[in-house]
């Protein structure tokens, strides 16, 4: 379905051109892209339609009772059409309890009618859902000891942890040595003194 060109050329001009539309006619043809659509109450729900037919179709919405619906402020109604090719629109504005349930789109021309269904149902408020307390992985990620851990054992891999091994500074090994030096050397001093007072009496 669509133009074609036909073009004839030997080289001389002008070249040759005849165009000529074709035209399929067929009975519509419906497809949805989402049969399932959900919605809070007080939100707007949009379902879509897409149908294909030639001669052109009549396009509308009915609901489960089979009326047909009109655009109005509660619903808004929109069709987009390409020769062939039509895309309808419906928009429940504000949507109550009573709005859920199926709707259908139906397209219908000279050589038959068709039609497809959507289901609108209910989401709940994501509010309602309780969820999981995050106190204890948080003090985790921070350091902090989480209030449920047990103190003993907290206390006894302190203890198991042996102290430093204190090592003496250069200075502190210097001192040392030099006191050693000078303790010696007063002992030296003091018997040598003894021996001198010694040899002093001898020979007196």
């Known amino acids: 379905m669509g133009t074609y060109l036909c073009i004839a050329n030997n080289g001389i001009p002008p070249t040759a051109v005849k165009k000529t539309m074709l035209h399929v006619h067929f009975p519509p043809m419906i497809s949805i892209p989402n049969q399932l659509i959900g919605a809070s109450i ?23 009772n089979s009326m047909m619906i009109v655009s109005n402020s509660k619903y808004i109604t929109s069709i987009q059409d390409n020769t062939y090719k039509v895309h309808m629109k ?14 259908k789109c139906s397209a219908r021309n000279s050589l038959g009618t068709t039609d497809g269904s959507i289901r609108l149902y209910q989401i709940h ?3 309602h859902f ?6 204890a992985r948080t003090e985790a990620v921070k350091g902090k000891v989480p209030p449920m851990q047990d103190e003993s054992l907290t206390k006894e891999l302190e ?3 042996e102290p430093p091994i204190q090592r003496p500074s250069v200075s502190e ?13 007063v002992v030296s001093s003091g018997f040598f003194c003894l021996v001198f007072m010694i040899l002093r009496l001898s020979v007196s």
């Open 130 to 135: 309780i969820n999981e307390p995050t106190t």
């Open 42 to 64: 007080g939100e707007d729900a949009t379902l879509d339609c897409n149908t294909e037919a030639y001669p052109m179709s009549i396009n509308y919405w009915t609901k489960e």
């Open 125 to 127: 408020d994501s509010q």
């Open 159 to 161: 203890d198991d942890v």
């Open 173 to 185: 090994g210097a001192s040392s040595t030099a006191n050693w030096f000078q303790i010696n050397g």
């Open 90 to 103: 419906l928009t429940i504005v504000s949507v109550r309890p009573e709005d859920y349930g199926t709707y």
